[in-house]
T-cell receptor, first 116, second 113 residues
């Protein structure tokens, strides 16, 4: 079974600075997808960024980017120019293929605090 | 853009009662997922449906059942409720193009007293 590990229960960052959240996963599959979801205090689950395992290029979405190291099974999220609105719980998630109806496997989450 | 709709948003039930949670996926999405999130925990997968057929099943209690209807909306039925069923229940949907992305609804907060 696939597992996802987020080793940082909590992180803090100063507004406008950069922070990196770590995620490792365990799988025997060669093709899969990885995601980062954000859960603010409203508890809404918001998709932040995705990465297809077959792609070597790291995904970017505005201030959010990932460092995907397939061999090391590592998938970290970098948030640049941190804003107060970035404060939330961040979940790393794994999706096995084929993906129709397949579940997301989540890590335990990292609470990100942004200081003004 | 239209999002996933869940109803009700809040539900309070007593032990041993029954609850029904509804989910309306994003238009043209054909796959629906149910997740349960306890306080301070990550979402745990319950069950999913693709084209109205059960696709995958997680640690869903036998007291729970779900189905997807012809209009693709889904309902999660929960019977003989226990205190431990108190949680946030998310529905997510995917399909139509970037079908591997799961988009979550706002959740239904169930409190069992």
């Amino acid at each position: 079974a696939q597992t996802v590990t987020q080793s940082q229960p909590e992180m803090s960052v100063q507004e406008a600075e950069t922070v990196t959240l770590s995620c490792t996963y365990d799988t025997s599959e060669s093709d899969y997808y990885l995601f980062w979801y954000k859960q603010p205090p409203s508890r809404q689950m918001i998709l932040v960024i995705r990465q297809e395992a077959y792609k070597q290029q790291n995904a970017t979405e505005n201030r959010f980017s990932v460092n995907f190291q397939k061999a090391a099974k590592s998938f970290s999220l970098k948030i640049s120019d941190s804003q107060l609105g970035d404060a939330a719980m961040y979940f790393c998630a794994y999706l096995r293929l084929p993906f129709y109806g397949n579940k997301l496997v989540f890590g335990a989450g990292t609470i990100l605090r942004v200081k003004s | 853009a239209a999002g996933v709709i869940q109803s009700p948003r809040h539900l309070i039930k007593e032990k041993r009662e029954t609850a029904t949670l509804k989910c309306y996926p994003i238009p043209r999405h054909d796959t629906v997922y149910w997740y349960q999130q306890g306080p301070g925990q990550d979402p745990q997968f319950l069950i999913s449906f693709y084209e109205k057929m059960q696709s995958d099943k997680g640690s869903i209690p036998d007291r729970f059942s779900a189905q997807q209807f012809s209009d693709y909306h889904s309902e999660l039925n929960m019977s003989s409720l226990e205190l431990g069923d108190s949680a946030l229940y998310f529905c997510a949907s995917s399909g139509a193009g970037a079908s591997y992305e799961q988009y979550f609804g706002p959740g239904t907060r169930l409190t069992v007293t």
